[in-house]
């Protein structure tokens, strides 16, 4: 409830949150954020990090009760029980890895990636990107590799695309440094690409172009436009993407995809 002024007080001289009382200078002083209080701290990323660590510690732990990945059984890409309807492997694999190694590589990628990312896309949207990328990774594979896999590259190709999206169609805003970045990216790109065909990889390389072209086309669509505003306080960087271009964007990237997803169904 609030007070009411008693009459005869003076407004200019009354208490208001944020200014010290004529009464009391003296003030408490305002204490640092912590760094997860940050507006622009990467809560999916390291949310998604953290889930996908706890699940190859849970992967493990069955394979040693169980002897075999009972978790890749119930949730890995697996042609046949996708074509028998078991439709959540399509998103499920990101969740996997077979070695400490491989999910090593990719945390480490989507810690960077998604700490670059996330701040200008937000958190929905950053999570819906990296769905979408699992999503367009798995189905690929579906449709074009008859191997098994787990993994959550067909994601991180997803975040490398969009990366590369954002920084394009910012450029004026990234100005020179631009160029350098796009270069870096199409480095690693390229690099991951190559490491993909060499001989004896087990690398599901089908997967890692669907999450590139999933995140590609999201990206494309409903990446952040920023622009810069002017306000009182001067001017101000602002993304001119609308929730209803991120949502179409998204429904026609998944509509799209799942289109792809359902050729083995007619081509029988």
């Known amino acids: 409830m609030s007070e009411q002024n008693q009459s005869g007080a003076d407004p200019e001289t009354q208490f208001q949150p944020g200014f ?14 912590k760094l997860w209080q940050l507006p622009d701290f990467p809560w999916v990323t390291y949310s998604l990090m953290a889930l ?16 075999f990945d009972l978790l890749f059984v119930l949730l890995g890409k697996i042609n046949a029980r996708i074509a028998a309807g078991e439709f959540w492997r399509l998103f499920t694999p990101a969740l996997l890895h077979s070695s400490l190694i491989h999910l090593a590589f990719n945390m480490y990628a989507l810690s960077i990636l998604g700490r670059q990312i996330e701040p200008f896309y937000g958190k929905w949207r950053f999570l819906l990107l990296y769905v979408i990328g699992a999503f367009g990774g798995n189905v690929l594979s579906f449709v074009l590799s008859r ?3 787990l993994g959550a590259s067909t994601a991180i190709f997803g975040l490398l695309a969009a990366e590369g999206v954002f920084i394009w169609q910012n450029r004026g805003v990234f100005g020179k440094q631009s160029h ?13 690409l190559f490491i993909g065909i060499s001989p004896g990889s087990n690398t599901d390389n089908w997967g890692h172009l669907g999450g590139l072209l999933a995140g590609f086309f999201f990206a494309f669509m ?6 810069f505003r002017r306000q009182d306080a001067g001017v101000r960087l602002a993304d001119s993407r609308t929730k209803r271009q991120v ?3 998204a429904l026609m990237v998944m509509v799209a995809f799942t289109v792809i997803a359902a050729i083995p169904f007619f081509t029988r």
């Open 222 to 227: 409903a990446g952040p436009l920023l622009e």
């Open 147 to 149: 191997y098994n896999s």
């Open 247 to 249: 949502g179409l964007a």
């Open 52 to 67: 996908t660590v706890v699940f190859y510690i849970v992967q493990q732990v069955l394979t040693r009760m169980y002897g």
């Open 180 to 192: 350098g970045i796009l270069m870096n990216l199409g480095f690693v790109l390229v690099l991951n």
């Open 20 to 33: 010290s009382s004529p009464n009391n200078s003296w003030q408490k002083p305002v204490q640092p954020k």
